[in-house]
């Protein structure tokens, strides 16, 4: 191993090592050095690793380390620290166990006193939340939303009533759905931002009303495409006026003839009242 003042004076260290999430120049200085000069990298896909690696010109040799095999693993790793080696943990993109592996790892290295030493990069939940316009002094990241409805409901029904800003990651085809979903729970006027492709060609950063922004979804297919995150406004109690019985009346009458959003964006207009509160009590009450 290289002499250097970049590793921690030659004590045998697990680092944890920030990766790119899209824009291969967002990877610090010090990430490169410490990939170049630890003797192992543990990764969770080596292939995927190796052209980052290969693209940095890198040839410090990878350990398979994933969700599968990482409660297996990771003590052959920590022994491998105890006998004088140094390990960098890497995951795909981004900050390692940060929705990706390395938990058991880092908990096994702090049991046995390993020392274990974080380096600052890229995350997607942070690069989303700094440019969203959404409040940051309080949040919470929930990591992937349940794949089945049922699962993504009862989610997102804990979170309903809480005031921080909520942020989960979501895939490509379940996006269409996990709005769907919000839509039904938190109604269509919470403001959600969605945030894709950070720091990439296409990236894209859209916060709407949820009807709305479930209407801009649709719209164009590759709205739906590439790594999302999804940033929800915190509960805000509601400061619209109270819905009418008149109000409530004309509402079931054109509903009758018209779609529930159309109707009530008539209603809204006839008393004076925010369409979105008349569409959610519409979806409640018709």
Known sequence: MTDSKILSANIPTLYIVPTPIGNLSDITQRAVEVLTEVDLIAAEDTRHT??????????????????????QKAQVLVEKILEGSSIALVSDAGTPLISDPGYHLVKKCRQAGVRVVPLPGACAVITALSASGLPSDRFCFEGFLPAKSKGRTDKLRQIEKSTATSIFYESTHRIQDALK???????????????????????????????????????DDNRKKGEMVLLIHGYREESSKEISDEAARTLAILAKELPLKKAAAITAELHQLKKNALYKWGLDNL
């Open 50 to 71: 190796g052209k980052l690696l290969s693209y940095f010109n890198i040839h410090t040799k990878t350990f398979a380390l994933h969700d599968h095999n990482e409660q």
């Open 181 to 219: 979903d919000m839509l039904e729970v938190l109604g269509p006027d919470r403001e959600v931002v969605l945030a894709r492709e950070l720091t990439k060609t296409f990236e894209t950063i859209q916060g709407l009303p949820l009807s709305e922004l479930i209407d801009w979804v649709g719209e």
